[in-house]
């Protein structure tokens, strides 16, 4: 029999950390079985707290170490976090307490780290490992709020009187506003976090997007304030009304589908952990001078603006903050804000120091969070802009607003952003430089802008039924202001082709997409019913031109036949949504021609092929990665097909838009695949 070499052992601190582990889950499903039943109040540690440090932090943290060559030092946040589990339940510390003793065991942490290097890469990555459980818990929270939600009584609220005001709050809405803390600070510390770890801007770039879309999706579901004066003729204008006002839980909270959302975005989070572990520490740099400025500007506005001040808070009492939070949700985002521009100065101060406080790799990651949170603080003002301007449609700031969000709607930022995106991304994986990486996504980027400004003039009869909101239907902006915007951006995409184009072949990926673009409304209106094969396959050049410019192994030929397999089905799904509009123009389109419900089945077939196409690319190429994305995809198509195939009309819509999840791990699958 062949030689094999000799047996590695594995290192001795990871087998003490997986039997400490072992030992925990034994220990905790014991307590489960013979302690916790006996319990009639439980605390929220053996919910939540418990569960997930024990089941998600911890290996999560001996997966950041094993990269790491270490001897003892990955055993000492272990040991300290045994030590505060047995304490905690050995003397049944309560709950304030609780919270004190784990604040001290962070700080101590956190001061040890300072003092002793060696120990930094432990505990910062211990830490991490715990803010990214938290983060996941939150999801498990939300699913716990909308089951109290549904279950409250009528008597279960809270009675709060201020010297105007006597308001009525349910209790679950400590629930609700106790999660969306707790996803600002997990998210505020597993970016903050991130610096002191090995990982790459990948996994940072996506847990942006993921982390954004979780903050707007609790934001909408936040309670609504409802006011009624009561003030008696016979009082003096001087005296306070008495108004009464009821806090009522969002209609969001009621659904019964939170689980799926728990689930979808919770699976997320580890197969983005996944792409990354096996993509390597790759870190996009960024520029010192621009980031400088950045903070800069931000800062300025937070001071100008003032959102910290002393009036600004109620009596800090656990129920006169909630109720003051219902009466105006713009206060949640005025305080998110505060959140960003903090970390904001924290990351630039991090990444300024590059050399005398980080080694260079951290100072990058530093930077990249920088960007993170500079992203969130633009998005959050933007919001609490439009939040705060006056309701007089004649205000000029207003309708200026007004014309930049039309025309972001027509030129559609985040689907055209996407596909640059993606560009960038392969091309940077590839070593490509910023500046040509970023050269090569914009002929595509204003291909896509100019694409669906053309086609919002074209379809403007037709948009009056199905979106009315659309700059044109809305008289936001004329036909002529949409049509001059498109041609522009047109003939910006053809010049900058030429620029970026290095070989014959590329110029004609490019010159491909910007002609099948501008000849799409032609298609529409002569061949209707295909409509759909052609957005696919007109979503599916970027990859071509990929394919085509990096070497990557043959299979990987079938990634843009998925890509327009999906594409081509969530059409389908797009035409069933819009056939009324299509109908009153004289479009034949699919659902049209042969009813919604073959037009449906066929939207299926086509999505869930287009899923089954990564298989094949991830058995041959061998990774373990490619085939968690390829998992991932299916699965999400599989929660897409069923939702469509139980859920009403008026809510496929909401399916539909949720297709961009499934298009997000596909994105990621071909990342990891540039390796």
Known sequence: MKNEGPLVWPPVWLVIALVIQVALHLYYGIFLVRKYPAIERPPLRYQLIWPILISIAIPLYISLMLPLSLTWEPLLPLAAFVAYFFVTERYAIPKRAFIVFGGLMIGTGAMAALIWPFLSSSITSFMFAVAVAAYAAVFESWNVTATLTRSARPEDVVIITTPCATITIPTVSRYYYGSFAALIISVFFAALLFTFTSLGSLLLALFAVHSFLAVFLWYLAAPTYIHESLATPAASPSTCQTPRAAVQTSPILLGRKWWVVKMILGCLIFIFLAA????????????LFAESVTVTVFITIFNILGFVRNSDFPTLSTDHLLAWYSEDKRRLLKHIFVFEVVGQGVTFGLTSNKGSVLPPMAASRASNAFQLFNVFAFITLLCLVMAYLPRDPKAVARIALQ??????????????????????????????????????????????????????????????INRPYRAIPSNRLSPRAVLTVGYVCIGLGTILSFAAAKSSKELAVYLAAILGICAYNHVVRYAAAYKGIYTGLLSSLPYVYLLSHYRYPQVFWLFPVAVALFISGRELWMDIHDAEGDRSVGLRTLPIRHGDRVAGLVGIVVQLLGSAILFPIAVTIQQLPLLLLALGTAGLCVVLVVSWSLVSAPIRRYVIYSCWLPMITAIAFFCVGSR
């Open 403 to 464: 014309k930049v969000l039309a025309i972001s709607i027509t030129l559609r930022l985040v689907a055209s952003a996407a596909v640059g995106a993606s560009v960038i991304c392969v091309a940077l994986l590839h070593g490509t430089s910023g500046a040509s990486a970023t050269l090569a996504a914009i002929p595509f980027v204003f291909a896509c802008m100019g694409g669906f400004a053309i086609n919002d003039y074209c379809d403007a009869r037709k948009d009056a």
């Open 276 to 287: 990354d572990f096996w993509r390597g520490p790759a870190v996009i740099p960024t520029l």
